[in-house]
């Protein structure tokens, strides 16, 4: 694999940040995004732009062709069944939001419980919180070891007849700790418990295959995997959606609409209201070609290779602490510097065109398991190699320099 | 924009040794401040005299240098003033972090205008200016007796 060649694709790094050549590795956050979409994004909004589904005129054929064009990809990618299983949604937050609220509304009462874990991001964790307020949920926290993986002995204690739902990441924003989510959900089936996977981190990086997972719900973050941001998908086996109330109600989702009922769209229209990211969709597509087009073998082989690269070199730098130690990791650095705030390490190496995150990473929760305020976080991506690791490296140099570290 | 006048010697002898760091013993107000995006705390403990002069101001808390440091230096700044004379350092202070103005302040001798203008190098650093001025929001809140926590994300911060 040609790692600048891919970069090539990527025109953001023909850009200066700082009068330095860009260091991106804050793709956990939001990955960069190559040509083709942004191509396929001004193409469709210039020559070919229309609302899908509803008009009947040749622009609104097309654009619903592609629309879905692109649901059969996705479909494909995450190998669902069917692609009237994938729902578009406006990241995957509201993915999580849209089960956490019609499953709730269906299945959650007085006393029952919610399963999640110690390295969920706010987003798995938050929307079953409203679950607690609302219906008197409980929340129970499966916990994680020093090394940040989960401790899965503790599921079987933690389950009970109440356990109505298990919320978990695949992979953390943080430790980048690949969790056995096959294993969790070889547990639940056995007790009958439906499994939300929270694959935003994971997507990008692991090969998902949803049937052989047998999870009944999976969230996606498009703009994590090279697409557009304002997309989402929720993978949801067929018999959720059939089942399950619908979320947000306008235009699209329905039916028949009278003054006394209403009836509801078949899935998947019957939880895509409203005007849809009709462009950014259609541009999604071109991620996924993107991401066929290198290989989840070449991927996988890239990414672990520039992530062993950045461990061992971090390592050598006196007073670097990498944050965990999981026995699967995926290309997520979290580390503390001693002496230096991770605010200031941030800031610090942005002046040397490298970008970083600081901060809780949206997980308060882990950070106070690993009593830990704050970390800062190098993440990677496709298009991260060596010499943006060294560049790294020597701007952490520049940090123990500034703040006179030994 | 210039690291070096971000990060000028004093705002980083400071962050490593911030003064007044602790619980005072009988103080008689107290807030606490937050900032949720990065996770920055502070607790700032005042104590007023009969005369309504700060005869302590102490803090406990983590953050980042410019956190850290600007606290400290506002404690020194503010321990032996009266409430009155406070407020206008702290509201000097919050006006030439954010809008560039000079501190012209007759209470404030040279040495200690000196100390406070350190931190003006922050105002080139949007991200950073909460800060900078979270320690300062709760010191008002403290002296103002308000019941909620200072959220650097809620209100005009």
Redesign the interface.
């Known amino acids: 694999m040609d790692v600048n060649a891919i970069k090539s694709q990527f025109p953001i790094f023909s850009n200066k940040v700082n009068g330095k050549q860009l260091v991106y590795l804050d793709s956990s956050n939001s990955a960069q995004k190559p040509i083709g979409v942004l191509k396929t994004l001004d193409h469709f909004y210039k020559n070919e732009f229309s609302n899908t589904g509803r008009s009947i005129h040749s622009l609104a054929v097309n654009a619903t062709n592609k629309f879905e064009d692109t649901r059969a990809s996705v479909k494909h990618f995450i190998n669902a069944e069917s692609k009237d299983e994938i729902i578009f949604t406006k990241n995957a937050t509201e993915a999580i939001n849209l089960v956490a609220t019609t499953f709730g509304q269906q299945n959650i009462n007085k006393g029952d419980e919610i399963l999640i874990t110690e390295l969920e991001h706010h987003s798995n964790y938050v929307p079953w919180h409203y679950l607690r307020e609302r219906k008197g949920a409980i929340i129970k926290f499966l916990p994680i070891n020093d090394d940040g993986d989960i401790i899965l002995e503790k599921l079987k204690e933690l389950i009970t007849t109440k356990t109505k739902i298990i919320a978990i990441t695949h992979l953390s924003n943080v430790t980048g700790t690949i969790v056995p989510v096959k294993e969790v959900i070889e547990i639940a089936k056995k007790k009958k418990i439906p499994v939300l996977i929270d694959g935003c981190q994971s997507a990008p990086h692991i090969k998902i295959d949803v049937r052989d997972l047998d999870c009944d719900f999976y969230a996606i973050s498009c703009h994590k995997v090279y697409g557009p941001t304002g997309v989402g998908v929720l993978y949801a086996k067929r018999k959720w959606l059939e089942q399950l109330p619908p979320f947000i109600g306008g235009g699209g989702m329905i039916n028949e609409v009278e003054k006394d009922r209403i009836t509801y769209a078949p899935i998947p229209e019957k939880y895509e209201a409203g005007t849809m990211p009709t462009a950014e969709v259609v541009a999604f597509n071109e991620s996924i070609k993107f991401m066929n087009s290198i290989g989840f073998d070449n991927l996988i082989k890239h990414e672990k290779e520039i992530t062993n690269y950045a461990l061992d070199k971090l390592k050598t730098i006196n007073s670097v602490s990498i944050v965990g130690n999981p026995k699967n990791k995926a290309g997520v650095i979290s580390f503390t510097i001693k002496g230096i705030h991770p605010h200031d390490i941030s800031t610090i190496v942005d002046e040397e065109g490298v970008a970083i995150r600081a901060g809780h990473h949206c997980c308060q929760i882990l950070h106070k398991r690993l009593n830990l305020s704050a970390t800062a976080r190098a993440s990677f991506g496709i298009y991260n190699t060596k010499e943006d690791i060294d560049i790294l490296c020597s701007a952490i140099e520049k940090c123990r320099k500034v703040f006179e570290l030994k | ?1 210039d ?1 070096k006048e ?2 000028q010697d004093i705002i ?1 002898e400071h962050g ?1 040794n911030p003064r007044n760091f602790g619980k005072c013993d009988k103080h008689t107000h107290q807030a606490k401040g937050h900032n949720p ?5 502070v607790e700032i403990f005042l104590k007023l005299n009969n005369e309504n002069k700060v005869e302590d101001l102490t803090f406990k808390g ?5 956190s ?1 440091a600007s606290t400290s230096i506002m404690t020194e700044l503010v321990k032996g003033k009266s409430i009155e004379i406070s407020k206008k350092i702290i509201s000097s202070f919050i006006n030439m972090i954010k809008n560039a103005d000079e501190i012209k302040l007759n209470e404030l001798n040279e040495d200690q205008k000196i100390k406070i203008m350190s931190l003006s190098g922050v105002k080139q ?1 949007p ?2 200016v909460k ?1 900078a001025t979270l320690a300062w929001h709760t010191l008002t809140s403290a002296m103002d007796g308000e019941k909620s926590d200072v959220n650097t994300e809620v209100g005009d911060q």
């Open positions: 924009m690291l971000l990060y980083l490593k995006l990065c996770g920055d705390q983590s953050g980042c240098a410019i850290m650093y991200m950073r800060c």
